[in-house]
């Protein structure tokens, strides 16, 4: 009997759930530095003052909302390259490639429940950090929200498959996610908006697609703008997808059948 792709998904859907439900202490311990993290965020704005609003916001929403879907994006990207690295360790990545579903698809699969986790842990750090400690602020523009969600959602899966190709093809994914982590929460806003950085780095923050997902998801949240309002970030990230996603497909699927040919395919 063929077993289609939404089976398929729900079957990896739940085994990690299942996983994640055996390690409790994990989920308290995650819970737990998840809340001091807000905290420490809240007094930090409560010491700038409330004379600082950067982008029109008040700072403590303004790092909650920026730092929370970074390490959501961030996060999204990894996952491909965990995906591949437990197969790898496992033995099961070389198994996985004979099955009948095609690679690229596979390796969407093994990454789809990371995704849903980093999106229940988004929704809770920023739902938590504002209701634990309110401030003023517009409703927020549910359809551009979903918007810039979506975008970012893709060009996460964009690089994470890049990502998944170095993997395999060098044994090094996690650390070139590593570097690109490291560099790109200077760059992007994460912590202060970009427009206080000098001209020619602001020009380099304006090349990373991250930049983008954080004003445009702040802008959406925040300050209740429309997707007219956005459409300067909207327009970039739907670029890069339609440019990163194919390509990282290709490359993914060439560094499969590279390792396959050389029997480097389980080296990790």
């Known amino acids: 009997m063929k077993v289609g792709l939404l089976e398929k998904m729900l079957a990896i859907l739940r085994r990690d759930l299942l996983t994640t439900i055996r390690y409790r202490a994990a989920l308290v311990i995650g819970g737990s530095a998840m809340m001091v993290e807000i905290a420490a965020f809240y007094y930090l704005a409560r010491a700038v003052g409330p004379g600082f609003r950067p982008e029109g ?17 961030v996060a999204g990207m990894a996952a491909f390259v965990a995906a591949v690295r437990d197969a790898q ?16 698809v596979l390796v969407l699969l093994s990454a789809v429940s990371a995704f849903s986790i980093s999106t229940v842990q988004l929704l809770l750090y920023i739902g938590g950090g504002l209701m634990l400690f309110p401030v003023r602020a517009p409703h927020p523009n549910v359809a551009a929200c979903a918007v810039i969600f979506i975008l970012s959602l893709a060009v996460a899966v964009s690089v994470g498959i890049l990502a998944g190709a170095m993997q395999i093809a060098t044994q090094r994914g996690g650390a070139i996610l590593t ?21 020619p780095l602001r020009a380099i923050s304006y090349m990373i697609p991250i930049t983008h997902c954080l004003q445009g998801m702040r802008m959406a949240l925040l300050q ?11 327009a970039p990230l739907t670029i890069f997808v339609v440019v990163l996603l194919p390509v990282s497909l290709v490359v993914f699927v060439r560094a499969l059948r590279q390792a396959r040919w050389r029997g480097t395919l389980s080296y990790y």
Do not use: C, H, K, N
Request: aromatic share 14%; proline share 6%.
């Open 179 to 199: 570097l690109v982590g490291s560099t790109t929460w200077f760059l992007t806003g994460a912590l202060f908006p970009v427009s206080v950085l000098p001209g």
């Open 57 to 73: 916001s008040d700072y403590f929403p303004f790092l909650v909302v920026g730092t929370g879907f970074y390490t959501f994006v």
């Open 89 to 104: 360790q496992t033995g099961t990545l070389e198994v996985l490639m004979t099955t009948s579903t095609r690679p690229s």
């Open 224 to 234: 209740g703008a429309s997707l007219a309002t956005v459409q300067g970030e909207i």
